[in-house]
């Protein structure tokens, strides 16, 4: 059986397709209000979450928004 894995923030994970960005998201614990999502280096609109099904190799940077003053 092929592994399949996806770098997220720089870090390998292994993942049973299929997967797909929101998957990832809820897995991971992040609050989905308050992120960006970098996939193969195009941002993701959070509409397309649900859609997009992740494939071996990808690669997904997810940035937290933070307020400040």
Excluded: C
Aim: hydrophobic fraction near 40%; charge should be negative.
């Amino acid at each position: 059986m092929e592994e399949n894995i996806i770098f997220v923030n720089g870090s390998p994970y292994e993942y049973i397709k299929p997967f797909s960005a929101q998957d990832l998201l809820l897995y991971l614990g992040f609050n989905t209000d308050v992120i960006l999502v970098d996939y193969n280096g195009s941002i993701l609109q959070k509409e397309e979450w649900p859609t997009i099904l992740l494939q071996n190799q990808d690669r997904i940077e997810i940035i937290t928004l933070a307020g400040g003053g």
